[in-house]
T-cell receptor, first 115, second 117 residues
Framework: DARVTQTPRHKVTEMGQEVTMRCQPI?????VFWYRQTMMQGLELLAY????????DSGMPKDRFSAEMPDATLATLKIQPSEPRDSAVYFC?????????????FGDGTRLSIL | AQKVTQAQTEISVVEKEDVTLDCVYE???????LFWYKQPPSGELVFLIR??????QNEISGRYSWNFQKSTSSFNFTITASQVVDSAVYFC??????????????FGKGMKLTVNP
């Protein structure tokens, strides 16, 4: 089965460090999402792209977070500088952006801890 | 604005009991999709089902069944004869528009189900 691949699976780093999370969407999927999961807020959308162009990044703190798609097979989410409140599980999901398409498929997540 | 409410936060049952997970949604769109995802203890999110707003037929898949009622804006999920492997957090989600999942999802807070042997 095709899967969304996220790296790293776990990341522990100190406050102030740059963090980069990567996502390889399912081949042929042109829509990529970044979600964050915390105990307090649950699952919330940070940003999403279609055909590598950002469609909505209103959920993302702009001062420290950035999301990009350098090519169709790679999406990145960066935090610089990181803060303890960024500790969460970050999920990437992908979907095919057309009518009657398949639902979003999620990666296994990156569990981020900022000390 | 879109909103998904899962009023139950945690349920504990004994194996073989039936359990229903409630989901109530709010949307101003006439075209939308509803989803259920499962998050087992290992942490991944697993897609279970998708329904569109024009299809109110109930669906059954093995021990799982879903009841969609537009009149009450509800999309409830029932597990029949629960098993220990059903223990997980279950999320209900909504996406507006006609694209069936390639628009952003709004999730409920999730409901933790524990099935005891």
């Amino acid at each position: 089965d095709a899967r969304v691949t996220q790296t790293p699976r776990h990341k522990v780093t100190e406050m102030g460090q740059e963090v980069t999370m990567r996502c390889q969407p399912i081949l042929g999927h042109n829509t990529v999402f970044w979600y964050r999961q915390t105990m307090m807020q649950g699952l919330e959308l940070l940003a999403y792209f279609r055909n590598r162009a950002p469609l909505d990044d209103s959920g993302m703190p702009k001062d420290r977070f950035s999301a990009e798609m350098p090519d169709a097979t790679l999406a990145t989410l960066k935090i610089q500088p990181s803060e303890p409140r960024d500790s969460a599980v970050y999920f990437c999901a992908s979907a095919k952006g057309s009518y009657n398409n398949q639902p979003q498929h999620f990666g296994d997540g990156t569990r981020l801890s900022i000390l | 604005a879109q909103k998904v409410t899962q009023a139950q936060t945690e349920i504990s049952v004994v194996e073989k009991e039936d359990v229903t997970l409630d989901c109530v949604y709010e949307t101003r769109d006439t075209t939308y999709y509803l989803f259920w995802y499962k998050q087992p203890p290992s942490g991944e999110l697993v897609f279970l089902i998708r329904r569109n707003s024009f299809d109110e037929q109930n669906e059954i898949s093995g021990r799982y069944s879903w009841n969609f009622q537009k009149s009450t804006s509800s999309f409830n999920f029932t597990i029949t004869a629960s098993q220990v492997v059903d223990s997980a957090v279950y999320f209900c989600a909504l996406s507006e528009g006609a694209q069936g999942g390639s628009e952003k999802l709004v999730f409920g807070k999730g409901m933790k189900l524990t099935v005891n042997p």
